[in-house]
């Protein structure tokens, strides 16, 4: 079965210098998403698996995408490491960034 890649929605924000960037992964277990700063760049891997099809179901329609992601944003200004922390809830990883 061919699954295609996918590229969740993201959407940036900003207030003064943090940065907030959120990530739509409906489906993602928090332990399949890595999360990376290097920079001024944040790069958002992960996998959406389905399960489903490992235990006896044979799929009829198959839209919704399972396979890797991958999101790499860059911001106009270099990340301050320690000041990154993220929350995931309801299929919402949060991610904020402060920057130097």
């Not at 399949?32 to 099809?53: A, M, P, S």
């Not at 396979?67 to 301050?80: K, M, Q, S, V, Y």
Request: aromatic share 10%; with cysteine; proline share 5%.
């Amino acid at each position: 079965m061919f699954y295609a890649t996918w590229k969740p929605p993201v959407d940036l924000f900003r207030a003064g210098t943090e940065w907030l960037v959120r990530l739509e992964l409906a489906g993602v277990s928090p332990s399949e998403i890595h999360v990376v700063v290097q920079q001024n760049v944040l790069l958002v891997t992960g996998r959406r698996r389905d399960l489903l099809l490992h235990h006896g179901y044979t799929c009829h329609t198959l839209e919704i995408n399972y396979t890797g992601f991958e999101r790499c944003i860059t911001l106009p200004a270099a990340i301050d490491a320690p000041s990154v922390r993220s929350e995931y809830q309801d299929g919402i990883l949060k991610i904020y960034l402060g920057t130097l």
